[in-house]
């Protein structure tokens, strides 16, 4: 019989533990190869981004994420292989020479909500024939064969996702995988790049990623009573355990939303379920909505009039956008939100929704600015919740709504009254108007 030879490619699925995927790749092949693809920058994101963020935050997380897993996957005879410094086309031509290489007999890759990784996956079939690509929903509560909808009937609005999944039964986290095949022998090198494993970025020195990280941190959640008055204590501005933060892990693949859901259930019956727990469950149904919202509409969540066809009526302007990235808009509290994100790489959710409303109905700014600028500044980066929630504040998303705007000094007065985020962050200071116009401020041409 033929040696069977795994790709396993490792994206939003950076762990061991509820990894189906891997499991089934364990029991099927004799021999594995794993890698894991670093962060892809295309044209369209480059053009978007005028200001480059330094994302320091975010790639110390990313790092070592991936160097946890490492660390995992060499306990149980594995070893982790990096692609970085590549371009679109010469990650799928390598991926191409893998496959040929080591006569790879199936590729493990999980469904994801990321155009490029989904078009690697196209390419891939086109250029390796013979291939077998085995799929799998490891970043979402729900199978996509047990949605309660085909994607040409997709629901119009969260309201009524909502309604047709919320009572639909999630499988129990997978068993953690503890033993693999061995590897393929490889010339590629398997070194990760070198960077400060420490996370100097004022969350606080528990803020690490990685499998092992997020698990603790979802324990210790669960261990306190603060998920009892979740839905008080969750739009406030910069305290750390007024939200749960598994944003974090979620986005790399540290921890699995079945995991936190397995969690959320022994506590409310550990303790009791109210209001406030079932509102980490209406988040975790949000953040599910848009993966699968991200699947429907394709690059339409990447386009000026959204899904709904119709163009708002922004531009770009360099000067604004400029304020509103350094944190010196007339806004304060947008200010002090921005200055919070460029430090720490990560912002509340009421402040991501302050920031989004000021760059689009305040400045006036194509919202795809700001939705390419958080993509590299964020730490809990999701493709599907950070460009469909900046749909939904432009009014080109998939609500009725025209568009949602948000009063910044009525925000202020309720979330910070007595100016504590603002003074902290000093969003009082280097405040600039917002009509000041010169010749680099010309509008783009249509993309």
């Avoid at 986290?173 to 693999?180: G, R």
């Avoid at 398997?190 to 324990?219: A, F, I, K």
């Avoid at 689009?360 to 493709?383: C, K, P, T």
Wanted: charged share 20%.
């Amino acid at each position: 019989m033929a040696e069977q030879i795994g790709l396993y490619w490792f994206h939003n699925d950076m762990r061991l533990h509820d990894n189906r995927l891997l499991l089934q790749a364990s029991i099927e092949m004799t021999r594995i190869h794993c890698v894991h693809v670093d962060t892809i920058r295309t044209h369209f994101e480059s053009r978007f981004s005028p200001i480059i963020c330094s994302g320091q935050a975010k790639a110390q997380f990313i790092h070592q994420s991936r160097a946890q897993l490492s660390a995992s996957l060499v306990e149980i005879g594995q070893v982790l292989h990096l692609i970085h410094d590549k371009d679109l086309s010469q990650i799928i031509g390598e991926l191409v020479a893998i496959i040929s290489r080591y006569r790879v007999t199936t590729l493990y890759v999980a469904l994801s909500s990321s155009w490029y990784v989904e078009f690697i996956v196209s390419q891939i079939r086109i250029h390796c024939t013979h291939i077998h690509i085995t799929r799998d929903d490891n970043a979402t509560l729900f199978q996509q064969e047990f949605l309660p909808f085909e994607f040409n009937s997709f629901p119009s609005s969260f309201s009524r996702f909502k309604k047709q999944v919320e009572t639909l039964e999630v499988n129990a986290p997978s068993a953690t995988v503890t033993l693999l095949p061995p590897p393929v022998q490889s010339v590629l090198s398997s070194s990760l790049e070198r960077l400060p494993t420490s996370c100097h970025n004022q969350l606080g020195e528990w803020v690490y990623g990685g499998e092992d990280s997020g698990l603790r941190h979802v324990q210790a959640y669960f261990g306190s009573r603060a998920a009892s008055s979740y839905k008080q204590t969750r739009n406030e501005l910069d305290d750390w355990a007024s939200s749960t933060k598994f944003s974090l892990w979620l986005a790399n693949g540290n921890v699995s939303p079945r995991t936190i859901l397995a969690q959320l259930r022994a506590y409310e019956a550990r303790y009791t379920a109210n209001e406030s727990t079932y509102w980490i469950f209406f988040e975790l149904l949000w953040r599910e909505y848009f993966f699968w919202y991200s699947k429907v509409y394709g690059t339409k969540l990447f386009a000026f009039e959204g899904v709904q066809g119709k163009k708002p009526l922004t531009t770009y302007n360099a000067s604004l956008f400029r304020q509103w990235v350094h944190g010196t808009t007339a806004f304060p509290i947008v200010n002090a939100c921005m200055k919070q994100l460029n430090t720490t790489g990560y912002m509340s959710n009421r402040g991501r929704q302050l920031a989004a409303s000021c760059l689009v109905h305040e400045l006036r700014i194509d919202w795809r600015f700001g939705a390419s600028y958080f993509q590299q500044a964020l730490i809990d980066y999701d493709v599907g919740a950070n460009w469909g929630n900046w749909q939904y504040i432009a009014g080109v998303g998939s609500a009725a709504r025209a568009s949602h705007r948000f009063d910044l000094h009525k925000q202020t007065q309720r979330y910070d009254p007595e100016r504590a985020f603002i003074m902290k962050w000093r969003g009082d200071s280097s405040q600039n108007a917002t009509d000041v116009v010169d010749a680099s401020d010309w509008p783009i041409g249509e993309v």
